[in-house]
């Protein structure tokens, strides 16, 4: 990285919160469970984040579970969630963590392999206010 790169760099823990371009930023755990040492992503050593952008709030998942942090978040205009096995969560777990915070938007992204189709079923059947919006991330 050369060094006016790193000048930009803004690294933020677990928590922190910053604000960049008047645009507030705030990192979330992303980590993996049960959280002992044979997960791949331990607490503490990754963030999901939460972006502000004038008033909607946006949260991008990282490569995570559906974690008591995700689980209780609040206020989410537009979410985006990896659903990749095997460090992440399936889409079965993926709906139950939507279904808890209830985003108005959620994004599926980072889910080779997994059947977002029916992930999109799995929400629609509990939650008909949460709109899944399907995309294909991985066109050619």
Known sequence: MDESTSDRLRIIANGESVTEMDIPVTAVAMHNLPGDESV??????????????????????GDTE???????????????????????MDINRASD???????GIVCPYHHRGQDIEAFKQLVDAANHDIDVRLKDWYSN
């Not at 331990?42 to 998942?61: A, W």
């Not at 995700?70 to 096995?85: H, K, P, T, W, Y």
Request: glycine letters at 10%; hydrophobic letters at 40%; proline letters at 6%.
């Open 66 to 88: 559906d974690t008591p942090e995700m689980q209780s978040l609040e206020g989410i205009d537009v979410a985006f969630v990896c659903m990749n096995l095997p460090y992440m």
């Open 40 to 61: 791949r992503h331990m607490k503490g050593n990754g963030n999901e984040y939460l972006i502000d952008f004038g008033g909607q709030r946006v949260y991008i998942s």
């Open 97 to 103: 963590a939507v279904i808890a915070f209830k985003p």
